[in-house]
């Protein structure tokens, strides 16, 4: 059998990535116990994952496309904002989810010993259920206009990985926080709305005046978003200011797990 050796002495902040290896199993276990009890019990299970990007689609399209008519360089709309919402809905269900993962888990983590960053981790991974669905979404969008992706396109896979990031980055941040912190579990929500809109999901970072462009590119999707619309639908050269934004949620992702490897020598005892 093997043991395990909880050491009160260690001070590393970082995680014992071995150790998270060897939990892989409960990994596993709660991100499929979350997505099966997300749509448990409704009536149409897993179709709430294709109804809620396409009404958000819609909503977004309507406003932005119909009434304030943003400027899309030709692009249908509907494929415009898809791409957008594609990698903003990952990163919005994530912090969502992930913030209250920990206090949701206060039980288990009484009880028993793990290491306690496999919670809001597993919440990344059933996450990823709705951010393939959007893609898919995306997919049929784009095969109904014939619409054909830049040759950018073979840059997708890195800017899936950078979206990943993202959400992983503002998860595990906003879960230590709200372990130690129960108002962050009223404030991601208010995060999150004011996000969407300051975040090019429905309309394009050009039409920010570029004085104020720096400042807008601190926030980190803003960089994920553009660079998943460059891939589709861009131009030879990206953002520049782009490559701010990654930086930032370079930054915030160290930070998240730094904080979170503090958080978790405390977390029995705070919750």
């Known amino acids: 059998m093997e043991k395990t050796i909880i050491k009160a002495e260690s001070s590393s ?59 899309t360089n030709g692009v249908p709309h509907v494929f415009f904002t898809i791409i957008g919402l594609s990698a903003w809905t990952y990163f919005s269900t994530l912090l969502n989810e992930a913030g209250t993962s920990i206090i949701g888990a206060q039980n288990m983590i009484k009880k028993i010993y793990f290491p306690r960053l496999v919670i809001p981790l597993s919440k990344a991974i059933s996450g990823l259920v709705d951010f393939f669905i959007t893609l898919l979404c995306l997919f049929f969008i784009m095969a109904y206009y014939q619409y054909y992706p830049s040759k950018n396109v073979i840059w997708l896979p890195l800017f899936l990985i950078i979206a990943l990031l993202s959400g992983l980055a503002g998860g595990i941040l906003i879960s230590a926080l709200s372990a130690r912190y129960r108002d962050f579990s009223f404030v991601v929500p208010m995060i999150s709305r004011i996000g969407l809109f300051a975040t090019p999901v ?18 980190p999707m803003a960089g994920v978003v553009e660079g998943f619309r460059w891939c589709l639908i861009g131009s030879s050269s990206p953002e520049p200011y782009m490559f701010i934004s990654i930086g930032i949620m370079l930054i915030l992702l160290i930070v998240g797990i730094l904080y979170f490897g503090r958080v978790d020598r405390l977390m029995a005892d705070i919750l």
Do not use: M
């Open 13 to 71: 902040w970082l995680p014992d990535f071995g150790e998270l290896y060897r939990f892989r199993q409960l990994l596993f276990s709660l991100a499929w116990r979350d997505i099966r009890v997300k749509y448990a019990q409704t009536y149409i299970g897993l179709t709430w994952a294709f109804i809620n990007p396409i009404f958000n689609l819609l909503i977004l399209s309507f406003v932005f496309g119909k009434v304030v008519q943003v400027e």
């Open 202 to 219: 429905a309309y394009s970072a050009s039409s920010v005046p570029e004085q104020y462009k720096l400042l807008y590119f601190l926030n």
